[in-house]
């Protein structure tokens, strides 16, 4: 509390005002917004001030109002009252319980309840209002404090229907056949348990209200036993998370619409963390953040439970990343190549092809027994249908799961869409697949989380994000990992995308993500402008896996390549205002030209690892000499062509062993002079 509202609660409990005021005085502020504002205005008289005070306020708050106006301490009023009715509370001792019935209570009955409460919470005085409400349909609920204790039949009922909904859907999904009597049978067996069962389950629920409701924010009172992360779940049934946890209110971010809420709704907690449905039937579809389908498909019947938010794999259940994740993209694979279990980051400006990696790689794990999950934050319908059609087109959403959180999401929901999927993919990790998992993108999740803890009040820091926005993104790429055989043996690989502003890596977060990942593939502006596609920088892009997750095929046909391109990349800049150069210059600068020609890819033209080797081996041996730089990607494809129809054993081999022997290069070698030929 600040002095001002220190001394206005002096000046409160002074006066002794009455609860009954203070709260009336509290609602004309909140129902009012600009009853604050006129009477701090230096322009409104004070006769007029006096005015106000007098028609809206209890008379037992006029001397304290004009006090307030005279002090300039008007702005403080508000929080000083909110703290007054706690101290009132506090002052009393007493506790006020509040039972909703359809059948009214014996006197009997009363006092045994009235006796139930005091032992409950140790109070010697308590307040017990008796509300007759026909829609529990019977039994009782009884709220005190902030526990409420449900013995209705409706609540019964609906757990009932829930718990009967579940089961009848196990059975009405892929097999039908055999269900028919088997479901029938089984239904009729939990409907006997529920029946029995009916008065036992009905239980004690924490809950709270709310004192401040606007945009997807809920502050709540109550819940003293909530923990950070905690799903709750509100009067109108729609859910929230527990963000901030503060010394008497509760922070919660919305995961729906707040239609039907107001000041003093209640809220009451589920004892879960904040989770995920998952399933083996999720491969294929597209959901929103909550494991909704969004596609228009049927329900997902979930098999398991994961949280959204999960501590990573400790060093021990770990090993190390030495299996390659290949791309298909040549001019990755060969100098940037990526291991099962690595975190790549891909970063850049907008429109150079960010996206288009991610896919391209995608694409290339079909028939490789790895699924991929596609996270798409704060982007377009439109622009993630387009996507979606992509990966159905070349046949790779039979192994992709695509989570969805659009623009016009609220910002709780692109907040937790990274998390929902990880959890999904730790999910099919954990049964021993490997898996791929996109961010596109991590900007604009750290957007979201900033708009989120403003309107939480937390402090904002540089670029008024707040203070754990690193934390933000390092407890979500720590996840990914590859486990060791007695941990399952699956591994989770992470390529998350960031957007840079003019190429400003340095800005804070691409600085934070690349501290966090174990390299970077940085696309450039000018480069994807002047056709060089994908854009990769070859100097400021890197792997810190490295040759370890790289074929031995792969890293002898590569080669020197990136020094071959940074000699021409400088020798090209140093000799653009030449008029005469060497022939060693000139054969430097063809060379280059070749490799920069070799490694321009079309979209969803992910190229097989034979491929990548074969042409990388034939460019890094003067097979391409003498070539036209414009034809270059016709020869190669003509070249392939021939190799496919004479050299199959060529390919079954690079295939099946990863390695380059001698004879294989020979080999490879006497079939490109022949094709020349």
Aim: aromatic share 6%; hydrophobic share 40%; net charge negative.
């Amino acid at each position: 509390m600040s002095t001002a509202d220190k001394e206005l609660l002096r000046e409160l409990l002074r006066l002794d005002i009455t609860q009954d005021d203070a709260e009336a005085a509290k609602h004309i502020f909140t129902d009012c917004k600009d009853v604050a504002d006129t009477l701090s205005n230096p322009l409104v008289t004070s006769d007029e001030k006096r005015s106000i005070i007098s028609r809206l306020f209890p008379e037992s708050l006029h001397r304290f109002m004009l006090g307030a106006v005279k002090n300039r301490s008007i702005e403080s009023v508000p929080a000083a009252l909110e703290e007054y009715n706690d101290a009132l509370l506090e002052k009393q001792g007493c506790i006020k319980a509040v039972v909703r019935y359809v059948t009214p209570l014996t006197e009997s009955q009363q006092a045994d309840l009235r006796r139930y409460i005091m032992e409950k919470f140790v109070k010697d005085d308590i307040s017990i209002e008796y509300r007759q409400d026909p829609d529990i349909i019977g039994g009782f609920i009884l709220n005190a404090g902030d526990v409420e204790y449900d013995k209705s039949y409706r609540s019964a009922l609906s757990r009932m229907k829930e718990s009967l909904h579940s089961r009848a859907t196990e059975y009405t999904g892929s097999n039908k056949e055999k269900a028919v009597i088997g479901s029938m049978n089984d239904i009729i067996s939990v409907l006997k348990t529920e029946i029995q069962d009916f008065d036992v389950k009905s239980g004690a629920t924490e809950t709270g209200f709310i004192t401040r409701l606007g945009d997807g924010i809920a502050q709540v009172r109550g819940m003293n036993s909530v923990m950070y992360g905690e799903l709750v779940e509100f009067e109108t049934g729609i859910r929230g998370i527990v963000q901030n946890i503060e010394e008497k209110t509760t922070g919660i971010v919305l995961l729906g619409d707040d239609y039907g809420l107001t000041e003093g709704s209640s809220v009451a907690r589920t004892g879960k963390r904040a989770g995920i449905g998952v399933s083996s039937e999720l491969i294929g579809r597209v959901v929103d953040a909550l494991g909704a389908p969004v596609d228009g498909g049927e329900r997902i019947i979930a098999e398991d439970y994961f949280p959204i938010e999960r501590e990573a794999p400790g060093v021990i259940e770990r090993k190390p990343v030495n299996v390659p994740l290949e791309t298909g993209i040549l001019a990755i694979d060969s100098m940037f190549p990526i291991g099962r279990g690595q975190r790549e980051l891909i970063i850049g400006d907008r429109q150079t092809g960010k996206t288009s990696i991610a896919i391209d790689t995608i694409i290339n794990q079909k028939d490789k027994n790895i699924i991929c999950v596609y996270v798409a934050i704060g982007q377009k319908n439109s622009t993630v249908a387009q996507i979606v059609g992509t990966l159905r087109k070349h046949g790779a959403m039979d192994h992709t799961v695509v989570v969805c959180a659009s623009a016009s999401d609220p910002a709780p929901f692109q907040y937790i869409a990274p998390y929902s999927g990880t959890a999904i993919a730790e999910y099919f990790m954990s049964k021993g697949h490997d898996v791929l998992i996109v961010y596109d993108d991590l900007s604009k999740h750290a957007v979201a989380y900033r708009a989120m803890s403003l309107l939480l009040h937390r402090p904002p820091g540089r670029e008024a994000y707040p203070g754990d926005v690193f934390y933000l993104h390092s407890r979500l790429l720590e996840r990914s990992c590859r486990l060791d055989d007695e941990h399952g043996g699956g591994s989770l690989t992470a390529l998350p995308v960031i957007e840079t502003l003019a190429g400003d890596i340095s800005a804070y977060i691409p600085t934070n993500v690349i501290s966090i990942t174990d390299g970077q593939i940085f696309l450039e502006s000018e480069l994807f402008n002047a056709g060089q596609r994908p854009a990769v920088n070859y100097g400021l892009s890197v792997s810190r896996v490295g040759g370890a997750a790289q074929t031995k095929a792969m890293k002898k046909a590569a080669g020197n390549l990136r020094i071959d391109l940074a000699q021409y990349k400088e020798m090209e800049i140093f000799t653009q205002f030449s008029s005469e150069l060497d022939q060693s210059t000139t054969e430097l600068l063809a060379h280059g030209r070749m490799l920069t020609e070799l490694l321009k890819q079309p979209l969803c033209r992910p190229l097989p690892h034979y491929e990548q080797v074969i042409l990388l081996y034939a460019a890094q041996h003067g097979f391409f000499k003498g070539i036209p730089a414009a034809e270059i990607k016709d020869y190669c494809d003509d070249l392939m062509s021939y190799i496919g129809t004479y050299g199959q054993d060529i390919i079954a081999e690079i295939e099946q062993n990863k390695v380059l022997t001698d004879d294989l290069s020979e080999r490879i070698e006497r079939i490109v002079t022949a094709f020349e030929e």
